[in-house]
């Protein structure tokens, strides 16, 4: 009986520890970016995923890695002078032109082996970027030039994509972001449904699977008046109702506004959003945790968030109860997790 009571106290304890001010991590998924990924020896990269294997896999963990999404696939073909042919980051297979792929980065080569330790494996796909005035999220998106092309080239990596790994088993991403503020706007709200309905209905075309977006917003929740809010709603309604994403892990913002003073994402900031989203009725929705810091706003230079602002911002999140979804990425997770067992004593 008294051994009973002790393991019955232990078990008190650990359900404690887990829950109260020891919390350390939370499960969650990451992203990769494969074009990001050209000047890291692929050594390294192996080592992140066999540490993922090694540590992050226990079902039931607070430290599992559930899912891996993979940010983009390929690139614009500069030798395209339409600018809308895809070169995927992988060699090629047998049978494929060569001019299919990127001729020096096959990162894709290195991830591919490890996609089946995960739950799931999201596909993103390739975009331009804007060249204009304003940026590509309020300016760019009104273009419909712009969106024809970036449609080109993102169905033209999906196909080169599945060419390459006929037999994956993956769900979707899109990759070109938003910034939901701005869907306050009629037409820029219209004109990402232009675009997206039509890249969700190719997708599903050429795979029936769940697609998940990872959009943003920039204006921090305290900072909007019950008006302007009231019109997100609406409008936020009418997109979903019109684009079929499944699966929406909008980003927190807390690593993109760090070197913002006054206008920095708090946490109650991530949760006011997460309400907000998560009562339109639409697609099931996540936390996208920014795992960076900016280090230089003109340059937008980034690195990896501390342990100790790592661990604060899983406990922030555990006690608004704040589900966490594919975060942003594995090259910043990877040193930012350190210190918590079993990684105490892994390189970063």
Not at 104 to 121: G, R
Request: proline share 7%; with cysteine; net charge positive.
């Amino acid at each position: 009986m008294k051994t009973r009571c002790c393991i019955v106290a232990l078990l008190a304890v650990g359900c404690s520890l887990a829950r109260g001010a020891e919390l350390l991590d939370r499960p969650k998924s990451l992203f990769i970016s494969p074009s990001a990924l050209w000047n890291i020896p692929d050594a390294k990269i192996r080592e992140w995923f066999e540490h993922i294997s090694a540590h992050h896999r226990t079902p039931g963990s607070p430290q599992r890695i559930d899912a891996l999404v993979l940010s983009d696939i390929a690139d614009v073909d500069p030798g395209d002078p339409s600018g809308s042919s895809a070169r995927l980051l992988a060699t090629p297979a047998a049978g494929m032109p060569t001019n299919w792929c990127h001729p020096l980065n096959h990162k894709l080569d290195v991830i591919a082996p490890h996609f089946k330790n995960f739950d799931a494996v999201y596909v993103g796909t390739a975009h331009i970027a804007w060249k204009g005035a304003g940026n590509a999220y309020d300016t760019g998106i009104l273009d419909a030039g712009f969106r024809q092309k970036n449609l080109r080239i993102a169905t033209n990596a999906l196909d080169r994509f599945i060419a390459r790994y006929p037999d994956l088993n993956f769900k979707w991403y899109i990759s070109y972001e938003a910034n939901l503020n701005c869907f306050t706007d009629p037409k820029i709200k219209d004109a990402y449904v232009a675009y997206l309905a039509e890249l969700c209905r190719q997708m599903r075309a050429r795979r029936e699977a769940p697609i998940l977006w990872s959009p943003n917003c920039w204006s921090k929740f305290d900072s909007l008046s019950e008006t302007n809010r009231a019109a997100l709603v609406v409008s936020l309604k009418d997109f979903f109702a019109r684009v079929p994403i499944t699966d929406l892990h909008y980003q927190d913002f807390m690593g993109g506004s760090s070197a913002s003073g006054p206008y920095r994402f708090t946490p109650q900031d991530v949760k006011g959003y997460y309400d907000l989203l998560a009562g339109l009725g639409g697609p099931r929705v996540r936390v996208n945790v920014e795992m960076f810091v900016v280090t230089d706003l003109k340059s937008f230079s980034l690195a990896p968030m501390s342990h100790a602002d790592y661990v604060q911002r899983m406990r922030d999140y555990d006690k608004l109860q704040l589900p966490l979804g594919a975060s942003w990425e594995i090259r910043y997770w990877y040193p930012a997790h350190q210190g918590a067992a079993p990684c105490r004593g892994t390189k970063p």
